[in-house]
């Protein structure tokens, strides 16, 4: 059965036969005889031309996998940008500047290569530099000789504050 404007074509299937109607003054103007009962193997999905051809369990599995795609890009996109601001965060907190420091107040460390010159060390130099700065060492009592003059006041570290 089709429609255009004031038209309308009945078909049978079974007979190939067609029918015109016509309407009027809100009427349809024909006749319209029997159609036999279509028997048929054929599939209905067959018959119908209005859809895209394509099944609908496969339309299905290419939607899932287009967000399933979409989805993993918009998640690797996320960790990237967290990623260069994290990286980005630790460099703006490194506030050392090598100019601030003074050569003379630096000594490289020989503590490292003295307790592993060993013949059973295979380890590598590191390629960083090992350096500290130069701080008095704590005076640390070798006796309790000396103790007991730190605590009563007579001891080097007392006269250091007093002069």
Do not use: F
């Amino acid at each position: 059965m089709k429609r255009v404007g004031d038209q309308l074509l009945i078909s049978c299937l079974a007979t190939r036969r067609s029918y015109q109607l016509l309407c009027r003054e809100q009427k349809w103007i024909g006749t319209v005889g029997v159609c036999p009962l279509y028997t048929s193997n054929a599939n209905i999905d067959e018959l119908k031309t209005d859809g895209i051809g394509v099944p609908i369990g496969l339309m299905v599995a290419i939607v899932a996998a287009i967000a399933l795609v979409t989805g993993t890009c918009i998640v690797m996109a996320g960790l990237v940008i967290l990623k260069r601001r994290r990286l980005a965060r630790a460099r703006a907190h490194v506030t050392v500047v090598d100019t601030s420091y003074s050569a003379a107040c630096q000594q490289r460390s020989t503590l490292h290569e003295q307790q592993y010159s060993g013949s059973s060390a295979k380890s590598t130099p590191n390629e960083y530099d090992y350096s500290m700065e130069m701080r008095p060492l704590p005076s640390v009592p070798a006796s309790e000789k000396d103790l007991s003059k730190r605590q009563s006041g007579t001891g080097p570290a007392d006269d250091m504050l007093v002069s």
